[in-house]
């Protein structure tokens, strides 16, 4: 579904000013998962198979929570906030690996940024939760709801994933992305212009953490299979490349660029060969597709905006470029957006861990 009220509407356009990025510094290759699990697999099968090399993990004591905030606090400080710009007033956490089920992660990342008394909440769209994440926040930029949402993305699927699983264990890595909009005009770099969403809940049992919710709560004694995250490779791998193509393709034609205007090119970095398949399916030339999954592995819904600090790090388009963004996950959901190439100096930051009392000293001043 395309969702309206975009910059064609004549309304203003969301604009990213601010990209911030979060990476757990403990680097694990391929061999030491196997090593850690005693996994029957080859470090050249998990390479081949899903162009992952590596990954990093979060330390027991860091939460989502942990690496949102640093990520978040990057964001801002990309966006070099104006003194007398609007400061961050809503604040949308995108994570399907929240701190706890109750209450949401968001509030008291908002509270140790220093935000004050501003509307934070979790939304879980599992890998398409940035994406989901940031047409939400856009729509209520657009309405004039809100005028500066920052948009993060967070995981820590080290703290679901089985070890012992290999048809799991071998992907995920843990990281958080954020990125900040203002209020802008849809021509200027960082433009969000169209964006597309959709999801089935036919295929809800293809992607799980099974236990720990209503229908089977924690407190019964979980199965391994119920506790842990599990996933049937084979049919996602088929929704994935099908869904993303069709969704990227619908926003494509919303925009009114075809596939050859496409110079950047960031899908949802689950298995090279997914988003090969995609971009060939697209027809999007190998030189404007970007990613970082050998380093990096799945990172769920921080994925896309990860892949994106990271391109924008390394200078790979100007600003101004016509960009294309795509996401597939559990749900399942989907969701594309279009959007020009922003114009900002990536921030980065390592992820701290929380104390146990929240100290004030720990809370920030924006
Ligand atoms: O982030 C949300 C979206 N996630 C995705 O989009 C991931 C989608 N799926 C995939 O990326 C791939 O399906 C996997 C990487 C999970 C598996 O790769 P594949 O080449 O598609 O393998 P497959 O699913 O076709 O399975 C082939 C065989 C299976 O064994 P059988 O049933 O043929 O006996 C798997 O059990 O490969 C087996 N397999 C492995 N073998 C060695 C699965 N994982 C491994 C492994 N090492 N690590």
């Known amino acids: 579904m395309t969702s309206p009220g975009g910059p064609a509407a004549g309304r203003p356009a969301a604009v990213i000013a601010g990209v911030g990025a979060s990476l757990p510094p403990l680097v694990v ?21 899903t162009g992952i090399h590596r990954r990093r993990l979060a330390a027991f004591d860091v939460s989502t929570g942990d690496l949102a905030t640093a990520a978040a606090r990057a964001a801002l400080d990309s966006a070099a906030l104006d003194p007398a710009g609007p400061r961050p007033d809503l604040l949308l956490l995108a994570t399907t690996t929240p701190d706890r089920p109750c209450p949401a992660t968001a509030p008291e990342v908002a509270h140790r940024l220093g935000l004050g008394p501003v509307p934070a909440f979790d939304l879980a769209a599992v890998c398409s939760g940035f994406l989901y994440a940031l047409t939400t926040a ?30 799991t264990a071998p992907l995920f890595g843990d990281a958080a992305a954020a990125v900040l909009l203002r209020r802008g005009d849809p021509t200027e770099p960082g433009a969000l212009l169209e964006t597309d969403w959709g999801s089935d809940g036919a295929g809800s049992d293809l992607i799980t953490v099974a236990g720990g919710g209503t229908r089977l709560p924690g407190s019964g004694g979980l199965r391994r299979e119920e506790r842990y995250f599990r996933m049937r490779g084979r049919p996602v791998y088929a929704h994935a490349v099908r869904r993303m193509a069709a969704s990227a393709a619908t926003v494509l ?53 990860l892949a994106l600090a990271d391109a924008a790090a390394r200078g790979v388009c100007p600003p101004g470029a016509p960009t294309l963004l795509t996401a597939f996950g559990g749900g399942l959901t989907w969701a594309s957006a279009t959007l020009l190439w922003p114009d900002v100096t990536v921030r980065t930051a390592a992820p701290q861990a929380r104390p146990h009392h929240l100290d004030p000293k720990e809370v920030g001043t924006p």
């Open 29 to 49: 290759t391929n061999r030491q998962v196997i090593e850690r699990g005693g996994l029957d697999t080859t470090a050249e099968w998990i390479a081949s198979r």
């Open 138 to 167: 856009a729509a209520l930029l657009r309405s004039g709801t809100c005028r500066a949402p920052l948009v993060v993305a967070a995981e820590k699927y080290s703290a679901i994933i089985d070890p012992l699983d290999r048809d």
């Open 253 to 305: 034609a919303t925009t009114g660029w075809h596939p050859g205007d496409v110079r950047a090119f960031i899908g949802h970095q689950a298995n090279q060969r997914i988003l090969d398949a995609v971009a060939d399916r697209l027809g999007i030339a190998p030189q404007h597709r970007f990613g970082n999954i050998r380093e990096v592995g799945n990172t769920a819904g921080a994925s896309v905006p």
